[in-house]
């Protein structure tokens, strides 16, 4: 479900107590005993421990029982009557035609009170043995992972005639500028509303900026600038623009929002032409999650609330495909490569699914393969471009790393259908509860790594590979329920850098093409560009010291 639906409040959902799949999943194994007191002692230990955690566990439901049933009260989506004589109170479903809430929850807030868990071991043994780590390190001018010398060293080696030719080659450059992340603020703009999201032009000189105003801002970015160009005013909105994208060419930027039609706006020249693209769809209350546009510029892939995918062809103005792809909403789609052939597609039934257009078919839509192993709804996909990996961002505070050549198994699908039916929190405004917090693998999981340590609440909060041109594509970032950025190391799954500055969840990040520069689109109405800024230790500490002091201040 988009950022306009619950996360697992839908009465098909139910609890995970009693359930004899989750508790044969919390038993532990058996073991044998040098002596039958011991043996009989270690039963109790576990037998008090499986009590205490499911109190706990019933006690955490009874309360997000609660929280759900007045949150739905206040906002108005039931009202309790009378009913006949025998059923007494009754809960009655309210309709409503806006998605839009004031309460506190709803401003991204809430982030503050989480400390994302992160793995300290990762466990790196599918990964260790992939091609991607082959990719990477070759990229990077990297013979193992444990060859990331110092720049200094580097130099050194230079001097000394140990690098081919007389300078760098391109790997080397790309692992040089491993040690210079983006860490500064040197650029921010800041609006009224929330920024939903952002991202740079195909060649970096321009950026797109989305926000709750139903402004969509163009930023010009050439040569470290960041200035804006336009403004262009967003037409039949529906509570937010969701999303916006650039057409290959960078002549046009696409949004969407809840409404039955994707905008095409020209921004070639001075004037501005929108066009309504209609996907006719057959719901009454519709909205496109996630936009792409195909490498050719000819199509738009858009995914739906509808759990359908949607095709429109530019050229022949009109929707030539719509596959019903999920059980659930679309909450994001992408195009594998440039060849435009392979779609992604991930939903909040938990499940990336990876189609071929040479063999579908409208009336029987059929994935070439599914993937598992997500405990809950998928906010984002992003593709590597090699039509081989991906990465998937979940409301299970997870990132997963996918090589689509490796599909999950039946039993796969059918676990993690079970843990999602499991899920009866609502991650737009509570607080992840701690038995949502399970690290170990589903059944049937074919992902190559898990990344922990960002928080993903409020929103369909986006993560997306680092680029090849500067990095060898050696990292995964993301936004933050927790108003940060989180940077990954892929091979390793070790949290490299972590940027602060937001006061709410940055739901959107884009890193630049070519530099080293990213840019963050926050609910707290900041858009900011981060780049690599040397610093003194003591400046440092200073900078520390100021903002542990106006923290102070604000409590």
């Known amino acids: 479900m988009g950022s306009q639906s619950s996360s697992g409040m839908s009465c098909g959902r139910g609890s995970s107590s009693g359930n004899p799949a989750d508790q044969s999943e919390a038993a532990e194994p058996n073991q044998s005993s040098g002596s039958s007191s011991s043996g009989s002692s270690s039963r109790g230990r576990r037998t008090a421990d499986r009590q205490q955690s499911d109190r706990q566990s019933a006690f955490e439901e009874d309360v997000d029982l609660a929280e759900v049933l007045a949150y739905l009260l206040r906002r108005g989506q039931v009202r309790v009557v009378h009913g006949h004589e025998a059923t007494g109170l009754q809960l009655v479903q309210s309709y409503s035609d806006s998605d839009e809430d004031s309460d506190g929850a709803w401003d991204g807030r809430l982030g503050d009170r989480y400390n994302p868990p992160v793995d300290t071991q990762p466990d790196t043994q599918e990964v260790d043995r992939s091609e991607i780590r082959t990719q990477i390190l070759l990229a990077t001018a990297s013979s193992s992972l444990k060859s990331r010398h ?62 709750q105003d139903q402004n969509i801002r163009l930023y010009d970015t050439t040569r470290g600038r960041f200035h804006l160009q336009r403004t262009v005013k967003a037409r039949d909105v529906g509570w937010s623009v969701l999303d916006v994208c650039f057409t290959p060419d960078a002549r046009n930027l696409l949004y969407s929002s809840w409404s039955d039609y994707i905008h095409l706006c020209s921004i070639d020249g001075d004037s501005e032409n929108h066009t309504a693209l209609d996907l006719n769809p057959d719901e009454r209350r519709f909205c496109v999650f996630s936009l792409a546009a195909s490498t050719d510029g000819k199509e738009i892939l858009g995914g739906a609330n509808d759990g359908c995918l949607y095709v429109f062809d530019l050229e022949q103005n009109k929707r030539t495909l719509k596959i019903d792809a999920h059980e659930d909403d679309v909450n994001a789609v992408a195009f594998a490569d440039s060849s435009s052939q392979l779609l992604f597609s991930g939903s909040d039934d938990a499940l990336c699914k990876v189609w071929d257009r040479r063999t579908l078919r409208e009336d029987r839509p059929q994935p070439v393969g599914q993937l598992a192993g997500h405990r809950d709804g998928i ?74 340590g960002h928080g993903v609440l409020h929103t369909l909060i986006r993560c997306r590979f680092s680029p090849e041109f500067s990095t060898g594509q050696r990292f995964i970032y993301s936004g933050c329920s927790t108003g940060k950025i989180v940077i990954y190391d892929v091979l390793t799954g070790m949290v490299v850098s972590r940027l602060s500055g937001h006061d709410a969840c940055v739901r959107d990040v884009s890193w630049h093409p070519y530099d080293d520069k990213i840019i963050s689109s926050s609910w707290d109405g900041a858009v900011r560009m981060w780049e690599h800024r040397q610093t003194h230790p003591l400046e440092e500490e200073r900078e520390r010291e100021r903002e542990s002091h106006m923290g102070e201040e604000k409590r």
Request: net charge positive; aromatic share 12%.
């Open 379 to 452: 906010t984002f996909i992003h593709s590597k471009g090699d039509a081989r990996y991906l990465i998937s961002n979940s409301k299970d505070q997870s990132i997963k790393l996918w090589d689509v050549r490796k599909f999950s198994p039946k039993e796969g699908l059918a676990a993690s259908r079970l843990a999602v039916t499991q899920q009866n929190w609502d991650y737009r405004w509570q607080q992840v509860p701690q038995r949502a917090l399970k690290k170990h693998k589903l059944t049937g999981d074919t992902s190559v790594m898990t990344y922990r």
């Open 150 to 211: 110092s720049f200094t060293h580097m130099l050194t080696e230079r001097e000394q005639g140990r690098c081919r030719g007389s300078s760098f080659s391109h790997g080397e450059c790309s692992r040089i500028r491993t040690h210079f992340l983006p860490n500064y603020v040197s650029h921010k703009d800041t609006y009224l509303q929330k920024a939903f999201c952002g991202v740079y032009s195909e060649e970096g000189n321009m950026f797109l900026s989305a926000c």
